[in-house]
């Protein structure tokens, strides 16, 4: 199962989003980053998919030319100041390699890095062994919570049966084994 089937049966994970503003400046709309106030063009930052706060809830919809926003039943126009935010991407190989894994490993691995404080969309860089078809060998990913940096090693084995390890290691030094068989 692809990622994107996976997401609606985990709880909503921290930091998934960039949330901002939106502001129509000199013909264009600019997003505002809320982190660190930081613009850039509304389009190359929903690149379509984009999530509206209206009404005390967040719409999911289309951005469409000239700023309105296609929800499937019906569209609206963008408004100076609205709050609007965007999922953010996953690196490729991260991406490869979390629907690489079972979906039992999968969801026992969401459940593993959530208990240590960390959220799938905290990764800063994954190794993935298996986009080069080794089906034994280690993965690594490194996850940063602002707080605290995690070193996630994947050691794994692909063939008749699927193993799989997991050790996190902190900046702090401590350190925790989940480990996943077949």
């Not at 894994?101 to 994954?126: A, I, P």
């Not at 062994?129 to 996850?143: C, H, S, T």
Request: glycine share 8%; aromatic share 18%; hydrophobic share 35%.
């Amino acid at each position: 199962m692809d990622i994107e089937h996976r997401l609606p049966f985990i709880n909503e994970q921290k930091r998934a989003y960039t949330q901002g503003t939106v502001e129509f400046v000199n013909g264009e709309w600019i997003f505002f980053d809320g982190e660190d106030e930081e613009a850039s063009l509304l389009e190359e930052m929903a690149e379509r998919n984009i999530e509206v706060f209206r009404h005390g809830q967040w719409m999911y919809g289309q951005l469409q030319k000239g700023g309105s926003v296609d929800i499937g039943i019906s569209s609206f126009p963008l408004q100076n100041g609205d709050r609007v935010r965007f999922r953010k991407r996953l690196p490729y190989a991260y991406q490869q390699w979390l629907e690489s894994l079972s979906d039992k490993t999968f969801f026992r691995f969401v459940q593993w890095l959530n208990e240590h404080g960390f959220s799938l969309y905290d990764c800063l860089y994954c190794y993935n062994g298996l986009l080069f078809e080794k089906y034994a060998g280690v993965n690594f990913i490194i996850y940063d919570n602002t707080e605290l940096v995690g070193n996630v090693q994947h050691y794994y084995e692909r063939g008749k049966t699927c193993k799989d390890r997991f050790e996190i290691t902190f900046n702090t030094g401590k350190r925790f084994v989940c480990a996943q068989f077949g």
